[in-house]
């Protein structure tokens, strides 16, 4: 299901491979409480590939995904197999995603290639083309701020 061009869309990082093939075969993404955004109650996530995706995927937003829910876990809740894991008993953010849908076009970071969070809209989603188009601006940022307050 696309967005309505006035959905919440918090645009997250997925630093490696594996975070999106979480994110597509087990319905969820993580965000560790220290580095969370104050709002989470978004409709949709958008999910920045980093440098490390391959040629042709790096830098850029393919998927998004409907969030459906979220709640705060371990680490070690989510990886089982990692009890060890310097991080095991931090606390984490695991947000229930819906299936991960393409974007009908990449939207490219153009000079933004470090970022973390960002929140846009539904609208801005399926006609951005770079990062920068994702920024919510004008009259449609009083609205943007009305929606996270309501929200957080």
Known sequence: ??????SLVLI????????????????????PLRHAPKVLAVDYL????TGVYGT?????IEYFSMVRGHELVMRKDLFRDETDHPRANEEYYKLAIGSLQRLPQPIVAGNWKRI??????GSLLLSGRTLSDLVVR????????RSLR???
């Open 46 to 49: 958008a999910f920045y590939q």
């Open 12 to 31: 997250a990082v997925t630093p490696a491979p594996r975070d999106l093939e979480i994110a597509r075969l087990l319905g969820w993404y993580r965000i």
């Open 56 to 60: 042709g995927h790096r830098w850029q």
């Open 1 to 6: 299901m696309l967005p309505s061009p006035e």
């Open 138 to 145: 004008s009259e449609e940022r009083v609205l943007l701020w």
């Open 150 to 152: 309501e929200r957080a």
């Open 116 to 121: 973390t969070f960002l929140y846009s809209t």
